[in-house]
């Protein structure tokens, strides 16, 4: 009797990955199926999850940060949109200077923008810079109190205070008003004080050549003081709503083709006097 022959496997065959895999157990009903896909995205999201990156933080701030930019424009009507603090990077009005464009005038030119044309800015000019006032009309426009210094360069009235004699760029000695004089020179000197200058020791020359060096510095230190407290008012660094808006185009040596002027009365008065020991 023979016996049946058995079937092997081929020696050159493999098992497939398949074959190695659970069969997947087909659901009861539609309610378990649910319930296992929920639990499956569950596991796999408790698996994937790291919590809060770095970026997601970022992201946060971000919007946050752009949310209260936006609310501050609006509330402070295109000034600031960092609620009021006001350095020169958080200005709204210097961005838009900055993608505007900076303008070059002649001080011929300039005069145009002293706000009688309404579609022009309103412009004033200190020691060549430009700057933007037209978020003052009541102040530098037609009528304004302020209205001689829009559409040029006053420089030298800004530190002397004489507006109409002094509407100019010239700078050329307006030092002279912070250097000393004797108590006997002042206009309103008693006669004491004339007296005592007859018993007071003159400087010698060597003495008299330290004081005056020291005395012009001193004086042109105030002079520069005196319009950077200007210059800080029109960029916008106090708080008024200004901006620079460019410089104005003078041929180099400008100043020698006009008259050296002489202090103005008001300026002269206002000399402080020297002091004695």
Same mark, same amino acid.
Request: aromatic share 8%; with cysteine; proline share 6%.
């Given at each position: ?29 539609? @309610?378990?199926? #649910? ?15 790291? &919590? ?15 949310? @209260?930019? $936006? ?12 609620? $009021? ?29 002293? $706000? @009688?044309?309404?579609?022009?800015p ?11 006032v ?6 530098? &426009? ?7 210094f ?10 002397? &205070? ?59 230190? #105030? ?18 709503p200004y ?15 006009l ?10 008065? @206002? ?7």
């Open positions: 009797m023979s016996t049946p022959a058995r079937y092997r496997k081929p020696a050159f065959a493999t098992t497939s990955h398949e074959d190695t895999l659970p069969i997947p157990r087909a659901p009861a009903s539609t @309610s378990e199926a #649910k319930k296992e896909l929920k639990a499956a995205v569950n596991d796999q999201a408790a698996k994937t999850s790291k &919590g809060f990156s770095v970026l997601d933080i970022l992201r946060v701030l971000g919007g946050l940060a752009l949310l @209260s930019a $936006g609310l501050s424009y609006l509330s402070t009507s295109g000034t600031s949109m960092t609620w $009021g603090y006001n350095a020169k990077w958080t200005r709204m009005r210097e961005w838009k200077g900055l993608f505007k464009g900076q303008v070059t005038l002649t001080d011929a030119e300039l005069l145009s923008y002293d $706000g @009688s044309d309404p579609q022009k309103i412009y004033l000019a200190l020691n060549g810079t430009i700057y933007d037209s978020a003052s009309p009541q102040t530098y &426009g037609p009528g304004g109190s302020y209205h001689f829009a559409g040029r360069d006053a420089a030298r009235a800004f530190l002397t &205070g004489c507006f109409v004699e002094d509407a100019v760029p010239d700078l050329r000695g307006v030092e002279r008003m912070f250097i000393p004089v004797d108590p006997e020179e002042k206009a309103d000197a008693t006669p004491e004080t004339i007296e005592a200058a007859k018993h007071r020791r003159a400087p010698s020359k060597g003495e008299l050549k330290n004081r005056t060096a020291q005395e012009e510095r001193t004086a042109k230190q #105030k002079v520069v003081q005196g319009l950077e407290s200007w210059h800080a008012l029109f960029r916008g660094d106090k708080g008024k901006f620079k808006a460019g410089v104005v185009n003078r041929p180099n040596g400008w100043e020698k083709y008259p050296e002027r002489s202090l103005c009365e008001q300026a002269e008065k @206002s000399r402080p006097v020297r002091k004695y020991d």
